[in-house]
Nanobody
Framework: QVQLVESGGGLVQAGGSLRLSCVAS????????MGWYRQAPGKQRELVAT???????TYASSVKGRFTVSRDNARNTVYLQMNSLESEDTAVYYC??????????????WGQGTQVTVSS
């Protein structure tokens, strides 16, 4: 069974920084894209940033220049470094990964979410 576990959320003042981590574990054969989404109260879940297995990155326009996504393939881990945080960044952040377990094809997996709250 494949699991994604996030850590690193919390409360921070506007202008501050946080670093999120997400580890994929279980019977994993291969991981394609890993990334982060977020969902603010009353809003739809939106893409924040993704990184491919070869390091190609994409960002939402709202976080470009402030957030950096990276991954450690040896540790099946994806990170999100968030700088210059704004109150609009307050949301539950979800890790997402496209993973092929042993003996199966690729499927989309989600973490349980970690709360990020930015106080102004």
């Amino acid at each position: 069974q494949v699991q994604l576990v996030e850590s690193g959320g919390g409360l921070v003042q506007a202008g501050g920084s946080l670093r999120l981590s997400c580890v994929a574990s279980g019977s994993i054969s291969s991981i394609n894209v890993m990334g982060w989404y977020r969902q603010a109260p009353g809003k739809q879940r939106e893409l924040v940033a993704t990184v491919s297995s070869v390091g190609t990155r994409t960002y939402a326009s709202s976080v470009k220049g402030r957030f950096t996504v990276s991954r450690d393939n040896a540790r099946n881990t994806v990170y999100l470094q968030m700088n210059s945080l704004e109150s609009e960044d307050t949301a539950v952040y979800y890790c997402n990964a496209r993973i092929a377990p042993y003996g199966a094809g690729y499927s989309n997996y989600w973490g349980q979410g970690t709360q990020v709250t930015v106080s102004s």
